[in-house]
């Protein structure tokens, strides 16, 4: 399959792979496409330590011991089970039943697999044929024989495809995907090199997975940070663990139960170094009224009605005493004063545990129009300022209902940010940014909303408005005069039509 230079691999794959959806909505669809991806992924780095075993049997490797592929943290694939001969079998009317069964194989070969791999290629809605094309069309990923290319390749289309199946899923799609424009600018504020990372409702993995990237990108190494996540959708979690799968990452401790993070914190004594996340917005049932005297609760009890509070103080009771996080919240909680959540903000600045507040643009979220915001949060802070951006003009369309950011606008902020926080050439921006103190925040009766402080953005001196004014209503008399000409027009044609 031959790569058009204008138009990327996963495009392609995409485009393709949708074609041969028929009747499937793209809820279901998303674990069948996902599934034969990560078996691609894992049965390519299997073959290719399996032909490199063959090859040194003679100093005693043997390609069909389990050990010799747990010793490199490969997946062992049994024969029924890799992807030749799942190619082989494409055309068979029975497919699915066999894709299932290599998913099945699979998951009794590697413990950590177990309860994660999709089993619903068998289905009646799902025809043989779609199947087959859609086998041959992922057997065509891999470029070359090296893992590491054809590792990374896959990931892209992982990546890509998770993003598509959200736009997708419109509303629903956005429970398991943060936009990844919104995780690099967490992640590049907040910059993990080393230490735990945690995500107490980690979706389909993204934060960890650019948390990965950015070590990668900046020479750091990998094996120096160490991931910890929850979710209570047990598909989303399927979904994340084998994303992290397919780049390597160690998700043992990736966990799920259905009770979620505030009933059942599996993660009880974790001090995170940082924690990055993007809880649901605005939830009214998280069972607040089970948890009124919860430890966790240091700065106000939230109310029942509204976890956004809760998530703040989840994150605070998990933080290492000079641990950092970032997260996504409804832009509401920045002034929010009913059911103590006033109060509870005005103690959180009070313990200066507020870093930096960024106002986000809107259409970010696919599965929300409620204007979004994000927080930084850290423990052990000296500085007795917090850092306003308000970022709304920031960003571009990418199609009518969605925005995104640029990589130049997470520079543009983050940049900000590291120069405020390391005293390095930092200047207040009118309409954008300012670094205002606790006091002038009490002032303001402790509302972090950013256009409180920053202000509006300078006018340029030359503008003129007579001028401007005068040029707008030249254009007005044009567009009126065409107008009546059109009219005109129209009127005389009609007069022909009817009279004719």
């Avoid at 890799?82 to 055309?91: T, V």
């Avoid at 910890?228 to 979904?239: A, D, H, I, K, M």
């Avoid at 966990?255 to 809880?279: R, T």
């Avoid at 009490?442 to 509302?447: Q, S």
Wanted: aromatic share 10%.
């Amino acid at each position: 399959m031959k790569v058009k230079q204008q138009e990327s691999i996963e495009k392609q794959l995409w485009k393709a792979a949708d074609k041969l959806r028929k009747n499937i909505d793209a809820a279901e669809y998303k674990h069948v496409v996902m599934g034969l991806v990560f078996l691609k992924y894992i049965s390519d780095s299997f073959e290719e330590l399996y032909n490199s075993l063959k090859v040194e049997v003679k100093m005693g490797a043997d390609p069909e011991d389990r050990d010799e592929y747990k010793a490199e943290n490969v997946f062992f694939v049994p024969q029924k089970a890799r992807w030749s001969f799942l190619l082989s079998n494409a055309k068979l009317p029975n497919i699915g039943k066999i894709v299932d069964e290599a998913m099945e194989i699979i998951e009794k070969e590697n413990n950590s697999l177990k309860g994660v791999l999709p089993k619903v290629f068998a289905k009646d809605n799902l025809d043989s044929k779609s199947l087959g094309g859609l086998i041959d069309l992922i057997g065509n990923i891999a470029f070359g024989d090296a893992k590491a290319r054809s590792a990374d390749v896959l990931g892209h289309v992982f990546e890509y495809f998770l993003g598509e199946f959200a736009l997708a899923e419109g509303k629903q799609g956005g429970q398991f995907y943060t936009p990844r424009c919104v995780v690099r600018l967490l992640i590049k504020m907040l910059e993990p090199y080393k230490g735990r990372v945690f995500d107490p409702c980690c979706g389909s993995g993204g934060m960890f997975v650019q948390s990965e990237k950015f070590v990668k990108e900046h020479q750091g190494r990998i094996n120096d940070i160490s991931i910890y996540g929850q979710e209570s959708n047990q598909t989303t979690w399927r979904l994340a663990k084998m994303n992290l799968a397919i780049r390597g990452i160690d998700s043992s401790q990736v966990k799920w139960n259905n009770e979620g993070s505030f009933l059942n914190d599996v993660h009880k004594d974790l001090k995170a170094d940082f924690i990055i996340a993007n809880p649901p917005f605005n939830v009214s049932d998280w069972s607040g009224e089970l948890l009124q005297n919860d430890g966790r609760w240091k700065y106000g009890t939230p109310p029942t009605g509204n976890a956004n509070y809760a998530w703040i103080q989840h994150f605070l009771y998990h933080l290492a005493p000079t641990g950092m996080a970032g997260f996504v919240l409804a832009k509401g909680s920045l002034t929010s004063n009913t059911s103590n959540e006033g109060k509870i903000r005005k103690a959180l600045v009070e313990a200066n545990l507020v870093d930096c507040i960024v106002n986000l643009p809107a259409k970010l979220f696919l599965n929300t129009q409620i204007p979004a915001s994000l927080w930084f949060m850290k423990r052990g802070r000296k500085k007795k300022e917090i850092l306003f951006v308000d970022a709304r003009n920031l960003g571009h369309l990418i199609n009518r209902r969605t925005k995104e950011f640029s990589h130049e606008d997470t520079d543009h902020i983050s940049k900000i940010y590291h120069d405020w926080k390391n005293k390095k050439e930092y200047m207040d921006i009118k309409g954008f940014c300012k670094s205002a103190s606790l006091e002038e925040v009490g002032e303001l009766n402790f509302v972090l909303t950013p256009g409180r402080y920053v202000g509006l953005e300078e006018v340029e001196d030359e503008f003129d408005f007579k001028e401007r004014f005068s040029e707008l209503q030249k254009e007005l008399k044009e567009q009126m005069k065409e107008e009546q000409e059109l009219n005109k027009k129209i009127n005389e044609n009609l007069a022909k039509v009817i009279y004719e």
